[in-house]
């Protein structure tokens, strides 16, 4: 494997990737709070909201604590806001946005009030306030949002970690030899070994695997990577990326993009003109394979997503049975099904990363595939 194929695949999953994420980063959708609401606060555990807050994106990482009312005082990490508005690029960290008397979070730049609603940002009226319309959903101008996020932030730490990781195998191989490799390249070796030879040659065949390997090789650590990263626990700055809809389907139209620029006549006259086939079936099967060209990506970004996004929910609904039972019964039978749910789960970041990199070797091989 060449190093320098593997970076610029990933740097090519960068590049679709992060301008997208940064304006239509998944948000987090929680009831904005009144005061009657605030004052019932308390009265029961609001299991829903919870969930929510830890699957969904976020301006700033929340270590712990609930809000500066309390002992102890909330921890949260500042992530960078950038924002695109009339007057130009405005950035600042999420940390100055400050709590306005009717419950938002204004912060003032360039003669400007922005405020954060629903962890989405607006630009406010003049007086710090956001216009509703009937259904209470604001009518303010909301900037292009290019922030650094959760979500990103991860994304970026992955991306490091990986040039890292691979950076080092390159330098073992390069130290060693063709000898036994030393170090991570131990690690890394049979995994790249497996993909090559249970993966991409079976499906892309020996002729043309080459091309495509370093593509397969970023997509199946790259996810993997950042399954992991929404598993591990008491570590403040994972993020639910996988669980992210704007990367899974990111990922979903690259495949999409190299399998359509991949294909060779043979594939398009299958899907436009089949082969010994009635010219009256031809008429009826051209709109389904054209229609299946679109549904095997989209069902790359909903399978990633749902089995990601699920195992968390389940995850965070049987701890959060404790609290809405109020029963400390409850716990010993939660906190078991909860391992159980997790070490399953340990398992389905491998799983969804082989099984998103084994379609996506299936796809590419049904375009390339030569004429019988």
């Known amino acids: 494997m060449k190093l320098s194929s593997f970076i610029k695949s990933l740097v090519l999953s960068l590049v679709f990737f992060i301008p997208f994420n940064g304006v239509q980063a998944q948000e987090h959708e929680t009831t904005h709070k009144t005061e009657k609401s605030q004052a019932t606060e308390g009265e029961g555990f609001d299991i829903t909201s ?6 969904s994106d976020a301006h700033e990482f929340h270590v712990y604590g609930k809000n500066e009312d309390h002992f102890p005082k909330a921890l949260t990490v500042s992530l960078p806001i950038i924002l695109w508005t009339d007057n130009g690029l405005v950035s600042f960290m999420s940390s100055e946005f400050h709590h306005n008397d009717n419950g938002t979070h204004v912060v003032e730049k360039k003669g400007m009030k922005f405020v954060k609603f629903h962890d989405k940002i607006y630009q406010a009226n003049t007086d710090g306030t956001l216009s509703l319309d009937d259904e209470h ?8 949002d290019f922030s650094i996020t959760k979500n990103v932030f991860v994304l970026l730490l992955s991306v490091i970690i990986l040039l890292l990781l691979f950076s080092a195998a390159g330098r073992s191989y390069k130290k060693h030899g063709n000898g036994e490799p030393k170090g991570v390249a131990k690690f890394l070796e049979p995994l790249v070994i497996f993909i090559r030879d249970e993966i991409a040659i079976p499906n892309i065949g020996e002729k043309h695997y080459r091309k495509y390997i370093p593509l397969l090789l970023t997509i199946f650590f790259f996810v993997w990577l950042n399954n992991i990263f929404g598993l591990i626990p008491f570590f403040p700055f994972a993020a639910n990326v996988s669980g992210n809809i704007a990367f899974t389907f990111t990922l979903a139209v690259i495949v999409f993009i190299v399998v359509t620029l991949s294909g060779n006549k043979n594939y398009w006259k299958h899907i436009f003109w089949m082969p010994d086939v009635p010219v009256g079936m031809k008429l009826f099967l051209a709109p389904i394979e054209v229609i299946g060209m679109f549904v095997k990506p989209i069902s790359l970004m909903i399978r990633l997503f749902a089995n990601i996004t699920a195992g968390h929910i389940i995850v965070l609904s ?8 109020k029963s400390v019964w409850v716990a010993p039978v939660s906190v078991a099904f909860t391992l159980f749910i997790s070490v399953i789960e340990i398992l389905v970041t491998a799983i969804q990363a082989y099984i998103f990199t084994m379609l996506t070797s299936l796809y590419i091989g049904a375009a390339i595939e030569e004429e019988h």
């Open 318 to 325: 049987l701890i959060g049975l404790i609290f809405v039972l």
């Open 137 to 144: 959903h604001p009518i303010n101008t909301k900037p292009l």
């Open 50 to 55: 919870m969930i929510m807050h830890h699957i």
